[in-house]
């Protein structure tokens, strides 16, 4: 009976996710989504499963109207993904292999919308995002025509010079955008549904203890070759398709640099007995100050041995 009543319960949160994505809360309830899903594939048998995601579908679909097709549509989108994952939590599989899956699922599944999207409906994502950055960028322009008799108008104004590089570095950044989206969505899912699951009787693997993370010395030789094509590459390189790829494995290293900071971070806060606000802080610092060159503090705790001097000082 608990069982049950706990499905229920989850089968409404599912409902309530599904309406915010015609929200702007979906910016944030997105990654939050296959939650639901998960655990109640997990839990469940498959018929079970569908007996409580479809009615929420349906009233969905019949609550928003003419949108309730686009609302299907993401939910039939990321159910995909939970799938996948739930699928993975009954065999038990590791958590590392369970993330990954997740993750690559979603962006396999963005690919193929999209080349479905192009190919049968003529939709071109870079179209799109120069019409969205056009229309963001409006306020600016007519701020920069009421004060252009001030002299302030040339520090406000976007021309169509510099929306069509910006709109082209977004599109160009498209792959690193989503490849990072897809791994906290499914680290979050992955952090939310664990324990919960063994809550509800189901024990599966976790994750090592994040401060005791450590990615790989490759990783820092990858980032010097990349250093090393940008900065020797010229425009030849940047424009092409080599560009591109150094467009967005440069970022990506750097944010895989800021999670290995944030685990020392934590490693230290463990091994010095802080209060464990201090590390959490500085996340928050280091992604809402993203101009401080944390992922610095990264390379090095990957290149040296930080940890065992921080390890052996407290001897």
Known sequence: MKLRWT??????VYLLLLFSLATPLAVVTVFFILVPTVLLY?????RLFLLHIVPAWILAAIL??????????QALYFIIPSIVMGELYKKRAPAFRTV????????????????????????????????????????????ADSTI????????????EMIQQFSSLTVRMLPFT??????????????ISRPTLGSMGLIVPKMPAFRNWRLPRSLIWYYLICLILNMLGGAAISEGFLGTILVNLTPLLQFLF?????????????QRKWNPVLPILLVIAMVFIPFLP?????IADIAFPLRDMITKSKR
């Open 42 to 46: 997990s839990t469940l048998s498959r």
């Open 7 to 12: 499905s229920v319960a989850w089968s409404i």
């Open 294 to 298: 944390f992922w610095i503090v990264g």
């Open 100 to 143: 990954m899956m997740g993750a690559g699922t979603i962006l396999v599944e963005f690919l193929l919308v999209l080349l479905i999207s192009t190919v049968l409906f003529d939709f071109h994502l870079s179209w799109a995002i120069e019409d969205m950055i056009n229309t963001m960028m409006e306020p600016f322009r007519n701020a």
């Open 64 to 73: 928003f109207g003419s949108s309730g097709p686009i609302i299907l549509l």
């Open 149 to 160: 008799g001030t002299g302030l108008g040339s520090n406000l104004v976007w021309s169509p």
């Open 178 to 191: 989503l490849i990072v989206c897809s791994l906290i969505m499914a680290a979050v899912t992955q952090a």
């Open 258 to 270: 800021m999670i290995q900071a944030a685990s020392l971070f934590f490693f230290i806060a463990y």
